[in-house]
């Protein structure tokens, strides 16, 4: 990857394309699941984590939040290490590299943080967990389309590119 052969190796390129055939599904089936569950509306995230006794529908509890972020700090980690590390061999700016790499783990684990927020903190949350998820969503798909417009228009890698000399001031 580092030498530019993701773009020209088929087999390389071939296990990339499934990878982000696989991420897009993950992608599609995040989405399904947190609209199932929930809306981009505040009242329907809060009900979501804090229960609603009129529909009989129980909080949250604690046990159930752990269990969830246990699985997915880990698995979004290691989705995001992935699709973050195909970002940096994309041959754009070292400043859009670092704002798509802390985009997607800081919604990510803000999104997390931000269901308990809801539950256990203030409702006012449920504007982080929406933002989060919004975030969340756009920058994996940003990251895929990136990753993929490498693959098709076999663009060189940037990762290899030596870095331009420091600049220091004239004295």
């Not at 509306?41 to 046990?63: C, D, I, M, W």
Request: some cysteine; overall charge positive.
């Amino acid at each position: 990857m580092i030498t530019g052969e993701w773009t020209r190796n088929r087999l390389l390129k071939a296990i990339v394309w499934c990878f982000l055939v696989y991420t897009f599904f993950l992608w599609l089936t995040n989405a399904g699941l947190y609209f199932h569950r929930m809306g981009l509306t505040p009242a329907s995230v809060v009900e979501y984590y804090r229960g609603n006794e009129e529909k009989f529908l129980q909080p949250r509890s604690l046990v159930g939040l752990l269990e969830q972020l246990h699985f997915h700090v880990f698995a979004m980690g290691i989705l995001l290490l992935t699709l973050t590390h195909l970002l940096l061999f994309v041959p754009v700016s070292m400043k859009t590299k670092a704002w798509g790499i802390a985009g997607a783990f800081a919604s990510a684990l803000t999104g997390e943080l931000a269901g308990w927020g809801v539950r256990f903190v203030h409702p006012m949350f449920a504007y982080v967990k929406i933002a989060a998820f919004v975030v969340l969503q756009g920058t994996v798909l940003w990251l895929m389309v990136m990753v993929a417009w490498a693959l098709v228009t076999e663009a060189p890698s940037s990762y290899g590119r030596p870095a331009a000399p420091p600049r220091y001031p004239v004295e």
